[in-house]
């Protein structure tokens, strides 16, 4: 079946730092592969996406590129920030419109000063 | 940001008594979820709708029902509350328009059944 691993930290990072949170997946066919990102208090909002292979979505610094051959889609910043702290989530969905999307458990991520 | 709500933002309950939550959206889109989210457990599927008056199960559907009479509105009932149904509950929804369908979130329900 669609599964989505990721690891799950927390991590924790000093300003600036680079991170990097591994997300995989077992998926048949061509996934569209997401990261969404949770704020204290919040719900998920969505942080960037990847519709096929090689493809790589960027959004506020945070990039990620859909890798078929090691079925990868790791979320990396080149330097965070503390206002990065939250929880962030992997997920995949396959092609049809009414598949669910699949979810990994996050990896929580504190920034300190 | 999508137009999503959610009602209440936070409630407390006592075990036995009906609640009602409710997702609006104002994107006119199809599909609509309902989760919850639970530390250890990441976030579950409870049901789902893929249109006015469809909808279907999720992996933890036992408790609840839902109630879809109208595009922008998606009812979750738990009929009779436990506390094993304390948790932070998540509307969603996706459609049309979205190439990949990704889905959009709403800020939550906090309920507390004591």
């Known amino acids: 079946g669609n599964s989505v691993t990721q690891m799950e930290g927390p991590v924790t990072l000093s300003e600036e730092a680079f991170l990097t949170i591994n997300c995989t997946y077992t998926?048949?066919?061509?996934?569209?592969l997401f990261w969404y990102v949770q704020y204290p208090g919040e719900g998920l909002q969505l942080l960037l996406k990847a519709t096929k292979a090689d493809d790589k979505g960027s959004n506020k610094g945070f990039e990620a590129t859909y890798r078929k051959e090691t079925t990868s889609f790791h979320l990396e910043k080149g330097s965070v920030q503390v206002s990065d702290s939250a929880v962030y989530f992997c997920?995949?969905?396959?092609?049809?419109?009414?598949?669910?999307?699949?979810f990994g458990p996050g990896t929580s991520l504190s920034v300190i000063p | 940001d999508a137009g999503i709500t959610q009602s209440p933002r936070h409630k407390v309950t006592e075990t036995g008594t009906p609640v009602t939550l409710r997702c609006h959206q104002t994107e006119n889109h199809r599909y609509m979820y309902w989760y919850r989210q639970d530390p250890g457990h990441g976030l579950r599927l409870i049901h789902y709708s893929y249109g006015v008056k469809d909808t279907d199960k999720g992996e933890v559907s036992d408790g609840y029902s839902v109630s879809r009479s109208k595009t922008e509105d998606f009812l979750l009932t738990l009929e009779s509350a436990t506390s094993s149904q304390t948790s932070v509950y998540f509307c969603?929804?996706?459609?049309?328009?979205?190439?990949?369908?990704?889905?959009?979130f709403g800020p939550g329900t906090r309920l507390t059944v004591t």
């Open positions: 969603a929804i996706s459609g049309e328009g979205l190439v990949s369908y990704e889905q959009y």
């Open positions: 997920a995949l969905k396959r092609g049809t419109s009414y598949d669910k999307v699949i």
């Open positions: 998926a048949t066919g061509y996934p569209s």
